[in-house]
């Protein structure tokens, strides 16, 4: 397992992946009280429209991802009183524009399979450089405007009232967002980002502690996910995204169920 | 010092006029309570004037400055209808939450400070949750929980309180303990206070000027020898009958 660590691919896989997990379930967090998690899967979906599209007019097909992925999100968040309508909207008119250029060229189909799954073993170092430089940016704004974010999300529109700027630093997070799905493509794929998103912070929410304790246990349950997931399906050549997903459920099980028997201990006792 | 001035504001939602014509004054000090039947446009005065809501027509005044370039927010709380219904899986200690009240336009992305802290077990202090400062806010109970909403207003040092509906369904124990703390914030500190109420006792033994709203809206002092009857009928309609009497209050003071 220690001789894994001496390749180099390996090694990028790891710290991509960790950066990757840091920043998932740190906004994940926020996604979660907010009851927007499905606002990310709508938005990756799309994304994968946005891919075809790239690779169709030989394009960076990250680029062209991203921004069809921040406009999927400005829609959604405009159609506010339809949100779960929106999403499926953007989702299926995401994933059919995909379709349609696939079935147009049928060249990138290998491609379009690690989008969709994830290819963490494949990161390279300059993808690498670029996850570090966005994760460092990402995270001066999470530690900066901790607070704001929690008032926002508590309660909207008090936070207005308050005097912060409440649509600036919602654009702002929107667009991390957008950045932080096209990143976790190469991690865990279109389809399964959702799960890197969510069930970290889900499972520190469990623990029932103060905020600041539950953004540090989302992030570590991230992190220790993603590790283990690649050490894992790495040593018994497995999917690393399906394994990565498979590892965290496990963990929120886990924590679900002691929460649970602490629960009912406090009660017996 | 006029802290709220309102000139012949007009309000409009749905396509229904739901304040009209109004015209009142604040002054620094005072301690106001807003009464009215459901519907009748309470919540929407308090968020026009909080600039929240559009006008149809009329200015607004805070602090003597007209509400488009008001900025000084950090001079008011505001304390939202329901504020004490949130969702008890936040995962947030009333400390950290109570320090919130000290974010404002003036300190985006700034660190709390020592004295900050300080401010946050000030109010923590005055308000008397200190012991439940580390609980989780869905583990306190309905009555520590309108005290730590006092609690994060007040760390914004703020020169005016806006209350809507801070204690609905609440027992009369719980309701009396509140109104003493927004009772001694006023006389002891000096904050000029709002506060949307439906408890027209507490109103009325407690609160200096009242304000009815039912579209139109009408404020009076409330003094010994004020006509309480026809201060409600103007809100709730002609039949309306409360049975009230100024002296009633004062043992109740007396003990405070």
């Given amino acids: 397992m220690i001789e894994l660590l001496s390749y180099q691919f390996f090694q990028n896989a790891i710290i991509g992946g960790c950066l990757i997990g840091i920043i998932c379930s740190w906004i994940g967090l926020f996604l979660v009280l907010r009851r927007q998690v499905m606002i990310v899967d709508g938005a990756a979906h799309t994304a994968f429209g946005g891919l075809a599209l790239g690779l169709l007019l030989g394009i960076d097909p990250f680029i062209t991802a991203l921004i069809i992925v921040i406009i999927s999100i400005l829609i959604i968040n405009k159609m506010k009183a339809f949100t779960d309508s929106a999403i499926a909207l953007m989702l299926a008119i995401g994933f059919s524009i995909g379709l349609i250029i696939i079935s147009i060229t049928r060249g990138f189909s290998i491609d379009i399979f690690s989008y969709l799954f994830g290819s963490i073993l494949t990161i390279s170092r300059e993808e690498l450089l670029i996850i570090s430089i966005v994760t460092i940016f990402i995270a001066i704004f999470l530690l900066l405007f901790h607070k704001e974010l929690i008032a926002i999300t508590f309660n909207e529109r008090n936070a207005r009232i308050m005097g912060i700027p409440v649509d600036l630093i919602s654009n702002i997070f929107n667009l991390i967002i957008a950045i932080t799905i096209i990143l976790s493509i190469k991690i865990v794929g279109v389809i399964l980002i959702v799960a890197l998103i969510t069930i970290p912070a889900l499972t520190a929410l469990q623990i029932k502690t103060s905020f600041n304790n539950t953004v540090i246990i989302s992030v570590l349950i991230g992190v220790i996910g993603v590790i283990l997931g690649i050490f894992i399906s790495a040593l018994y050549k497995l999917a690393t995204s399906g394994v990565i997903v498979f590892i965290l459920v496990s963990i929120y099980a886990i924590v679900y169920l002691y929460s649970k028997i602490e629960i009912i201990k406090r009660r017996t006792s | ?256």
């Fill in chain 2, 1 to 256: 010092m006029k802290v709220i001035e309102v000139r012949n504001l007009n309000v409009m939602r749905n396509g229904r006029l739901v304040i009209r014509n109004a015209n009142f004054e604040i002054n620094k000090g005072d301690y106001v309570g807003i009464i009215g039947p459901n519907g009748g446009g309470k919540t929407t005065l308090l968020l026009t004037i909080l600039g929240q809501l559009p006008r149809l027509s009329g200015t607004i005044k805070l602090f003597e400055k007209d509400i488009e370039e008001f900025n000084e927010w950090e001079k008011i709380a505001f304390i939202p209808q329901d504020a004490i219904n949130f969702d008890n899986n936040f995962p947030i200690t009333v400390k950290e939450f109570v320090s919130l009240g000290r974010l404002g336009k003036n300190k985006i992305g700034r660190r709390l400070n020592k004295e900050d802290w300080e401010e946050v077990n000030k109010a923590l202090e005055f308000m008397g949750i200190s012991d439940i400062a580390n609980k989780r806010i869905g583990e306190i109970s309905i009555g520590q929980k309108q005290r730590m909403f006092l609690a994060m207003a007040l760390v914004r040092n703020p020169e005016l309180i806006i209350l809507d509906e801070p204690i609905s369904n609440v027992d009369p124990i719980t309701q009396e303990k509140f109104y003493k703390k927004l009772s001694d914030l006023n006389y002891k500190e000096g904050k000029t206070i709002l506060v949307v109420s439906h408890d027209l006792s507490a109103v009325f033994c407690r609160m200096n000027k009242v304000i009815c709203v039912n579209v139109d809206v009408n404020i009076a002092e409330i003094k010994e020898n004020t006509d309480i009857q026809g201060i409600l009928r103007k809100a709730y309609g002609e039949h309306f009958y409360f049975v009230f009497h100024k002296h009633e209050c004062k043992g109740e003071f007396e003990n405070d």
